[in-house]
């Protein structure tokens, strides 16, 4: 798009249509009688005088900041020509400086307002009063949106310490939530009334219970005697005997007034065992189940 040239420099004529030579332009803030400054290049390095003194030609080069000047001219002996407020830098240049508020106001099926860039800098850059800013909000030639950055690496980069507010902020006083933190964020309040807990879905409402804590319950431990309830074991009796003796003999008589039986007696035994089961070949349960910490806070 091609713009009108502005006026390369600032030329001032007397009643009688000569140059104003050694006329005063004064520069104020807007409204009032408090100087502001010009510059004498775009580089805004270099100020010029106030007032500033017309040269030979009644010309004088005046570069305006970005801000809302009052301009009073008057000839070399202080006499007023003339005085015009409410003035800013044009718009309609190619690198314009907006002064004021700026309000677009559209009723179009297309964007109000559309940058199309085609080099290599910046499509928008918001600052502060630095310049360059090191830590504005940007968006680069390919999109890119940085808050905080001026060379964003990702479609939306946030500088650290990239503290959201907004919605967040509005989340009501006494909002409960959980954190894999160990302190709470700015403006939540950390409570320490539960510790080394399960955290249990209701679909009811919710409360608290339970006695031992959650890394007892799972921790590593061997089973004990104590902690087995009554049961039996099966006995295995595959057979038995009993003592025996077994009486072999002839035959007996009286002899010399005494019985004498003639007898021979074998003894023997035989036994087997019975067998119980009653040891076992585990080793010792690990319940150590994995889990990550959390807090609970409260919004204040």
Same mark, same amino acid.
């Not at 006026?7 to 009643?15: L, R, Y």
């Not at 309609?92 to 690198?95: E, G, I, K, L, T």
């Not at 879905?201 to 006695?211: F, H, I, K, Y």
């Given at each position: 798009?091609?713009?009108l040239?502005p006026?390369?420099?600032? $030329? ?7 140059p104003?030579?050694g ?5 104020? !803030? ?10 004498t290049?775009?580089?805004?390095? $270099?100020?010029?005088t ?12 005046v570069?305006?900041?970005g801000?809302?000047?009052k301009?009073?001219l ?6 007023l ?5 409410n003035?800013?830098?044009?718009t309609? #240049?190619?690198?314009p400086?907006l002064s004021?508020?700026?309000t ?9 307002l ?13 600052? &502060?009063s ?8 940007? !968006? ?12 964003p690496?990702a #479609?939306?980069?946030?500088?650290s ?7 967040w902020?509005y989340?009501?006083t %006494?909002t409960t939530?959980?954190?894999?933190q160990?302190?709470a ?6 409570s320490?009334t539960?510790?080394?807990k399960?955290?249990r ?11 031992t ?5 799972? %921790?590593a431990r061997t ?7 009554? /049961?039996?074991?099966?006995v295995? &009796?595959p057979? /038995? ?8 003999g002839?035959?007996g008589?009286?002899q010399? %007034? ?24 585990g080793? $010792?349960?690990?319940? $150590?189940v994995?889990y990550?910490?959390?807090?609970? #806070?409260?919004?204040?």
């Open positions: 798009m091609a713009v040239s006026t390369a420099k600032m $030329a001032f004529i007397d009643a009688a249509g000569q104003l030579v006329g005063k332009l004064y520069t104020y !803030i807007a409204g009032t009688t408090t100087l502001q400054t010009t510059y290049d775009s580089t805004a390095t $270099a100020s010029n106030n007032p500033i003194i017309l040269d030979s030609r009644g010309e004088a080069n570069w305006l900041g801000a809302i000047y301009f009073i008057k000839d070399a002996s202080d006499v020509i003339w005085s015009v407020d003035i800013s830098a044009p309609s #240049a190619v690198s400086v004021g508020n700026v677009i106001d559209s009723n179009t099926p297309t964007p109000a559309q940058i199309t860039q085609t080099g290599t800098g910046p499509a928008l850059k918001v600052q &502060d630095t310049n360059p800013d090191a830590t504005p909000f940007i !968006i680069d030639s390919d999109g890119q949106v940085g808050i905080g950055t001026a060379v690496s #479609a939306l980069e946030i500088a310490p990239g503290v959201f507010k907004g919605a902020a989340l009501p %006494g939530m959980t954190f894999v160990t302190a964020p700015t403006g939540w309040t950390k320490t539960h510790d080394n399960a955290l879905v209701v679909s009811g409402s919710a409360g608290s219970g339970g006695t804590n959650f890394t007892t319950v799972f %921790g089973i004990t005697i104590a902690n087995m309830p009554a /049961h039996t074991h099966a295995t &009796d057979g /038995h005997s009993h003592t025996y003796t077994v009486i072999t002839g035959s008589g009286i010399g %007034g005494s019985f004498d039986p003639q007898v021979t007696a074998n003894t023997g035994s035989s036994t087997t065992g019975i067998s119980i089961q009653n040891t076992g070949s080793t $010792a349960m690990d319940f $150590a994995q990550v910490d959390v807090i609970i #806070a409260t919004k204040d």
